[in-house]
C-alpha cells in the first residue's frame, strides 16, 4: 500500500526551500493541517508558495535568506514544528512577528528556543505565560555564535536553529547536554539541509551533542521527493502483527532519514516477521497458535511511536515496558496520561513510570468508547484495538486530519484488502 508523504520532512524541507535560493518543488508532500499551516506562516512572511492539490506538491519561490515581510501575525494551531520552526525563522529576518496557536499550543514549552534564539541576537518576548506562545520576535537577523542547552524539552529547538543557522552573520555551533530527546529527528534535519546543500558538522557521545553550521552557506533550489510517513505506517505495521496477515508501505526503505521506520525491528523483537527491500518493508503478524511477546524498550528516539506499541501491547503475552519518553507529556497532550486512561477502560493494567509505562495486558479485553484528547495518534493507535474488539468507538476521528486527514478511508481498504 501507499501512504501520504511525511510531515517531519515536509515541514523541514519547507522551511529550507524558503530561506533558499530560486524556486523548489515538494513532490509527495503532505497535505494535512500541520502542513497547511505551514504553508500559511510561510505566506505571512512574505514567501511565495503554490500548493497543486491533485499531485501532493507544493512549490516555494525561495526568499534567499532575506524575508519579504517585516511585520507579520503567525497562527501556528497546535504544530509544534509550526511554532518552533516558524519562530527562528522569523529570527533570520528583519522586523516585528508574531506567533500564537491553539490554547494547547499556548502549554507547550518554548524556553529553550527562546534562550538560544536570544543568545544568538534576536529580541524575543513572551505575550503570555513565560516559556510558552505567544512570543513575539523582533529580528535584526542572527549574528551566529556558541550556544548551550542541557537536556531540552524537545528536539525541535535544535531542529529550528540548525535550519535558520545557515543565514546567521558567523559559525553557530550548538552544544546539548544530557539527554536529547528524539535525537532521529535532529538527524533528519541535518540530511534534508544536506539534500539542499548545506553541510552539518555533527557528533553525538557521551551525553554530548555538537552540531555546527559554517557560515556563510545557502540552500539551493531542489526538486526534493518526500518520503511517507513512516510513523504513520507503524499502524498498518502494526494490524498485521495484531490481526495476523501482511502489510507491505511501498516508499520505505531501512535507509530511509525517519528514524521510525525502525518501528518494524520492535515487531521483529514482539514476534513479527519483516521483509526488507529498496521499495518497500513488509511486516508478516505472527502464525496461527503464536502469540506476540511483551517487550521492555527505550523509545527515546522514537516517542511517537509509543501510543502505537502501547496498543499492540494489549494483546502481546506478558508485560511491556516503554521508558525515556517523558518529554510526551508536553505534545499535543499529555500523551502518557492520556494512554493510561484510554488503556485503563479497555481492561489493561498500566503502572506510570517516571519517564513512561508499564502495561499488563488483560486476560480479556473490553470494548469502550476511546476519548482522544484533539490527538491524532490516539485516535490511529487505537483504531487498531478494533479490528479485534467489536464495539470500540472513538470519540472525534476528525482529529487524525493535524496529519493524515483520510486514515480512516485507507485503514478500511486495508481491512478490505483493496489498499
Known amino acids: 500500500m501507499s501512504l501520504p508523504g511525511s510531515k517531519s520532512i515536509t515541514n523541514r524541507a519547507l522551511i529550507a526551500a524558503a530561506l533558499g535560493d530560486g524556486n523548489s518543488v515538494l513532490t509527495g508532500a503532505l497535505l494535512a493541517e500541520d502542513t497547511r499551516l505551514m504553508v500559511d506562516a510561510l505566506r505571512a512572511l512574505g514567501v511565495r508558495v503554490a500548493v497543486d492539490e491533485s499531485e501532493c506538491a507544493i512549490e516555494v519561490t525561495g526568499c534567499g535568506g532575506h524575508l519579504p515581510a517585516s511585520d507579520a501575525d503567525v497562527s501556528c494551531g497546535n504544530a509544534g514544528t509550526v511554532m518552533r520552526f516558524g519562530a527562528a525563522l522569523a529570527a533570520t529576518g528583519h522586523g516585528t512577528f508574531r506567533l500564537d496557536g491553539s490554547a494547547r499550543m499556548r502549554e507547550r514549552p518554548v524556553g529553550g528556543l527562546v534562550d ?26 542572527l549574528r551566529g555564535g556558541h550556544v548551550a542547552l542541557h537536556a531540552p524539552d524537545s528536539s525541535q529547538y535544535v531542529s529550528a536553529l540548525l535550519l535558520a543557522a545557515p543565514y546567521a552573520m558567523r559559525d553557530v555551533m550548538i552544544e546539548i547536554t544530557g539527554a ?13 539541509m544536506d539534500r539542499f546543500g548545506v553541510g552539518v558538522l555533527e557528533s553525538y557521545a557521551d551525553d554530548v551533542a555538537r552540531l555546527i553550521v559554517a557560515a556563510p552557506q545557502r540552500y539551493a533550489h531542489q526538486v526534493f521527493a518526500v518520503e511517507p510517513d513512516a510513523t504513520n505506517a507503524t499502524y498498518f505495521f502494526a494490524a498485521a502483527a495484531i490481526a495476523g496477515g501482511r ?30 527491500g529498496p521499495d518497500g518493508l513488509t511486516v508478516v503478524g505472527p502464525t496461527a497458535g503464536h502469540r506476540l511477546r511483551g517487550i521492555d524498550v527505550d523509545l527515546s528516539d522514537m516517542p511517537d511511536t509509543v501510543q502505537t506499541l502501547a496498543v499492540v501491547a494489549l ?5 511491556t515496558t516503554i521508558r525515556n519518553v517523558a518529554n510526551l507529556r508536553v505534545k ?4 502518557l496520561a492520556a494512554l493510561r486512561n484510554e488503556l485503563t477502560k479497555l481492561g489493561a493494567t498500566v503502572e506510570p513510570l517516571p519517564d513512561g509505562l508499564r502495561i499488563e495486558p488483560p486476560a480479556q479485553i473490553r470494548p469502550a468508547a476511546i476519548d482522544t484528547y484533539d490527538d491524532h495518534r490516539m485516535a490511529m493507535s487505537f483504531a ?11 470519540n472525534d ?7 493524515f486527514p483520510d486514515f480512516f478511508e485507507r485503514f478500511e481498504h486495508m481491512i478490505r484488502g483493496d489498499s
Do not use: W
Open 384 to 394: 487498531l484495538a478494533g479490528l479485534h474488539i467489536p464495539g470500540i468507538v472513538i
Open 332 to 335: 499535543e497532550t499529555d500523551r
Open 180 to 192: 536529547l530527546p528524539s535525537a532521529a529527528y535532529v538527524k533528519m534535519t541535518t540530511a534534508i
Open 315 to 319: 494483546f502481546a503475552e506478558g508485560s
Open 116 to 141: 538560544m534564539l536570544r543568545a544568538l541576537g534576536a529580541g524575543v518576548e513572551y505575550a503570555g505565560t513565560e516559556g510558552c506562545p505567544p512570543i513575539v520576535v523582533h529580528a535584526n537577523g
Open 247 to 276: 502489510i507491505t508501505v511501498l516508499g520505505l526503505a531501512d535507509d530511509s532519514i525517519q528514524g521510525d521506520v525502525r518501528f518494524v525491528d520492535l515487531l521483529e523483537r514482539l514476534g513479527c516477521r519483516t521483509e526488507r
Open 397 to 403: 476521528p476528525d482529529c487524525c486530519g493535524k496529519t
